[in-house]
């Protein structure tokens, strides 16, 4: 298989790793919850009462929260989590909506749903002609609508 890890490979995935932390981050936190948790995961409460209850630490989006308050970021629909490949597809998602896409990549958005200005192409650009502008009065006068005109 041309995408099989090799042996040789791990030097250089142990490079590539400290370029993306939240590789590390993500394998840490599935982990943590698969040694736990069997699957499939139906509840946050399982998730909850399997690591030691809403007092209990995770780390994600490179902070450490208790379960009480990271039971606000995983939305009810995401539920159940079928395998630990649900679980990191679903964990992928919510880091693009905390402003940390695919390997870290910006998408905009602020940690926890706090907006950012954005990136200049991240803004899309209008679509069509440029808007034409109506002058109101008498050619060469420079006079628009709600003005007096020259003097």
Do not use: C, H
């Amino acid at each position: 298989m041309p995408n099989q890890l090799q042996p040789e490979d791990i030097d250089r995935l142990n490079l590539i790793l400290r370029q993306f932390p939240e590789v590390v981050e993500i394998n840490q936190l599935v982990k943590q919850v698969s040694e736990k948790v069997k699957y499939p995961i139906n509840s946050f409460d399982e998730i909850e009462d399997a690591l030691g209850g809403e007092q209990a630490t995770i780390t994600f989006r490179g902070r450490t929260i208790m379960l009480a308050n990271a039971r606000k970021l995983i939305p009810v629909y995401y539920f159940p989590f079928t395998s630990e490949g649900d679980l990191i597809a679903k964990v992928a998602d919510l880091r693009k909506g905390s402003g940390q896409g695919p390997i870290g990549q910006s998408t905009g958005q602020g940690p926890i749903g706090q907006p950012t200005e954005p990136v200049a192409s991240q803004v899309p650009l209008p679509e069509g002609p440029p808007p034409t502008v109506s002058m109101v009065g008498r050619p060469g006068t420079g006079a628009v609508a709600g003005s007096q005109g020259p003097r």
